[in-house]
Structures are given as structure tokens and as C-alpha cells.
């Protein structure tokens, strides 16, 4: 009989999320362990020194998100009787059977991550860690490829590829931790998506919004998914009506604040909370709209008024 699969944290700040994700854990009876360390050893500062900056967010944030797979190897070579784990955000809520339902998910597969397909064909090259799972070989293996991909010539170019795409389509982004890990996956066969029903159950990818998975998978309450909660365990509604258990929810951005009301079975607060956030989220960006199309009509006019040169 396998032992329990091992819940493993990367966080080195003590906050009120980490605190929800550690009750979840222990209310869903799964072990869960945080690695607080910063200190990643000489293969990730040798990865610092070769990594290409190809992303929208800082080269800091980037670096850091990398780091995680750093520590989890220097974990992974004290800790030799850790042969799998699942590595989750601080963001992410457990609830009961999450470790037997992954465990059965995932099969014989080194590494199994969380993505969702887009609506236009539009293909981000992104596979999400909130909720993965990982061997100990799988995870090795990742951390290989990270360094040969940012020291090698062929490994630069194609992440300068990607990067030129959202640079077209005029979108946030870039190449991140999230685009080595689909790029590995592909490449290994280990590309089954973690939050794909199975037997009845599900782990999250967003808790905003209807999409999981696929486009419009499940209802939605106020600005999340609608949940439900009994006896310790969550639900959530497929768009043709039918039950789901949910053993992992993943609050991204500002739904943190949704955390400690779905862990303390009070939905209806969630779905006001995360309606108001949703609100909050449409009236920043049509300002930011209604502020770009004003900057431009001034400079067209500013343009148009410049006298013609002799």
C-alpha cells in the first residue's frame, strides 16, 4: 500500500493565506509540509546567471518562480524516501480525498500540471504548478531541461519565439516557469492535465469564472464558481447541471480574499465577494480603455496641429 501522498508548499512568508492553506490541509487530513528556504544551492545560480528575461513581470518575480523547482531538488536529495509529491500555492484550499484522487489521476505519469484551453485557438504555452503532481525522477528530470534550455542556443531561440507571439497578439505574459513546464511535458508525455474530471471529482484551476479545464465547464455564483459544502467535503456544478467534488480550489489574484469564507463553508459570502472583485476588475480595466483611446485622440489632434515644415 502506497503511503500518503505528501502535500509540499514553496513559501518563505508567514501570511494569512499560508495559515488557510495549512488548516484546509489538516481539516482534509492530508500531510502537508512548508519549505521555507531561500537558499536554492549552485545549480540555481547558475541557472540565474544564463536566464533571459522574456516576460512582462520583473525578472525578480520570474526568478523567484523558478527558484521553487531549485529548492524541491535540494529537498528531494535529503529526503530520498519522498518518491512523489503534489506541490501546491499557498493559494490553494485542500479538501477531503484530494491525495487518493491525484494519486489515482495521474497513474504512471512523472508529472502532471493544470492548464486550460482558449477559446480563439490561441495556444499561451503555459502549463500551471498551483496543483501539480511530481516524482522525485520527474522533477529532476524538469530541472535539467530548465538549465539546458536557458544555456543552450536552440533552447534561447525558442523561447524567444514564444515570447515574439504575445509581443504580436499585444498580451501580458511572455515565457515564465509556466512555459518550461509545457514545453517539458510535451516533450516527456507527461502533458495530461491534473484538473481534468475524473471518476466524478475535479481539482480547480481558476475559482474565477467558468472556465476550468475546458470553456464554460462549470456554474457560476456572484464572480467564482458555485460551491457547495457538505460534511467537509466541496462541490461545484457542471454547466449541464451535474454534481462535481472539488478536493482543491485555487483563489488566483484578488479571490484570496474569498479563502477563509469558502474554507469556512460561508458560499454565499464568496460569491459576493468575488462578484464585487469582478466588478472592481471591469471598472479598472474600462478605465484603463476609456484612458488609453484619450491618450491617443490627443495625440492625433497634437499631431494634426503641428504646422508643416518648409
Given at each position: 500500500?502506497n503511503p500518503?501522498?505528501?502535500?509540499?508548499?514553496?513559501?518563505?512568508?508567514?501570511?494569512?493565506?499560508?495559515a488557510?492553506?495549512?488548516e484546509?490541509?489538516?481539516?482534509?487530513?492530508?500531510?502537508?509540509?512548508?519549505?521555507?528556504e531561500?537558499d536554492?544551492g549552485?545549480?540555481y545560480?547558475?541557472?540565474?546567471?544564463?536566464?533571459?528575461?522574456?516576460?512582462?513581470?520583473?525578472?525578480?518575480?520570474?526568478?523567484?518562480?523558478?527558484?521553487?523547482?531549485f529548492?524541491?531538488?535540494?529537498f528531494?536529495?535529503?529526503?530520498?524516501e519522498?518518491?512523489?509529491?503534489?506541490?501546491?500555492?499557498?493559494?490553494v484550499?485542500?479538501?477531503?480525498?484530494?491525495?487518493?484522487?491525484?494519486?489515482?489521476?495521474?497513474?504512471?505519469?512523472?508529472?502532471?500540471?493544470?492548464?486550460?484551453?482558449?477559446?480563439?485557438?490561441?495556444?499561451?504555452?503555459?502549463i500551471?504548478?498551483?496543483?501539480?503532481?511530481?516524482?522525485?525522477?520527474?522533477?529532476r528530470?524538469?530541472?535539467?531541461?530548465?538549465?539546458?534550455?536557458?544555456?543552450?542556443?536552440?533552447?534561447?531561440?525558442?523561447?524567444?519565439?514564444?515570447?515574439?507571439?504575445?509581443?504580436?497578439?499585444g498580451?501580458?505574459?511572455?515565457v515564465?516557469?509556466?512555459?518550461?513546464l509545457?514545453?517539458?511535458?510535451?516533450?516527456t508525455?507527461?502533458?495530461?492535465?491534473?484538473?481534468?474530471v475524473?471518476?466524478?471529482?475535479?481539482v480547480?484551476?481558476?475559482i474565477?469564472?467558468?472556465?476550468?479545464?475546458?470553456?464554460?465547464?462549470?456554474?457560476?455564483?456572484?464572480?467564482a464558481?458555485?460551491i457547495?459544502?457538505?460534511?467537509?467535503?466541496?462541490?461545484?456544478?457542471?454547466?449541464?447541471?451535474?454534481?462535481?467534488?472539488?478536493?482543491a480550489?485555487?483563489?488566483?489574484?484578488?479571490?484570496?480574499?474569498?479563502?477563509?469564507?469558502?474554507?469556512?463553508?460561508?458560499?454565499?459570502?464568496v460569491a459576493?465577494?468575488?462578484?464585487?472583485?469582478?466588478?472592481?476588475?471591469?471598472?479598472?480595466?474600462?478605465?484603463f480603455?476609456?484612458?488609453?483611446?484619450?491618450?491617443?485622440?490627443?495625440?492625433?489632434?497634437?499631431?494634426?496641429r503641428?504646422?508643416?515644415?518648409?
Open positions: 500500500m500518503p501522498l505528501p502535500f509540499i508548499v514553496v513559501e518563505d512568508r508567514q501570511n494569512k493565506t499560508l488557510l492553506c495549512r484546509s490541509a489538516e481539516l482534509a487530513g492530508e500531510p502537508l509540509l512548508v519549505l521555507s531561500t536554492a549552485p545549480a545560480e547558475r541557472f540565474c546567471r544564463s536566464y533571459v528575461h522574456l516576460s512582462s513581470n520583473s525578472p525578480e518575480f520570474e526568478k523567484i518562480c523558478f527558484r521553487r523547482y529548492l524541491l531538488a535540494r528531494l536529495e535529503s529526503h530520498p519522498v518518491r512523489d509529491f503534489v506541490l501546491i500555492d499557498s493559494d484550499l485542500l479538501f477531503e480525498g484530494a491525495g487518493e484522487h491525484i494519486r489515482r489521476l495521474v497513474g504512471k505519469a512523472d508529472f502532471s500540471g493544470s492548464s486550460m484551453q482558449s477559446a480563439d485557438g490561441w495556444n499561451p504555452c503555459q500551471s504548478p498551483h496543483v501539480s503532481y511530481w516524482t522525485s525522477n520527474g522533477l528530470r524538469f530541472v535539467a531541461c530548465v538549465l539546458d534550455t536557458y544555456a543552450t542556443p536552440s533552447g534561447r531561440r525558442k523561447l524567444r519565439e514564444i515570447s515574439q507571439r504575445f509581443a504580436a497578439r498580451v501580458r505574459g511572455g515564465s516557469d509556466m512555459t518550461l509545457y514545453l517539458w511535458a510535451h516533450a508525455g507527461n502533458d495530461d492535465p491534473i484538473n481534468r475524473f471518476e466524478g471529482m475535479v480547480d484551476h481558476n474565477n469564472g467558468t472556465h476550468n479545464l475546458h470553456r464554460g465547464e462549470f456554474k457560476v455564483l456572484g464572480g464558481k458555485r457547495a459544502r457538505s460534511e467537509g467535503k466541496a462541490w461545484l456544478t457542471s454547466s449541464s447541471g451535474e454534481p462535481v467534488r472539488v478536493v480550489l485555487h483563489f488566483q489574484g484578488s479571490a484570496k480574499m474569498a479563502m477563509p469564507h469558502a474554507l469556512r463553508g460561508r458560499t454565499l459570502t459576493a465577494v468575488t462578484y464585487a472583485l469582478q466588478m472592481a476588475r471591469r471598472a479598472k480595466n474600462n478605465a480603455r476609456t484612458g488609453a483611446f484619450a491618450r491617443r485622440l490627443f495625440d492625433t489632434r497634437r499631431v494634426h503641428v504646422p508643416a515644415g518648409k
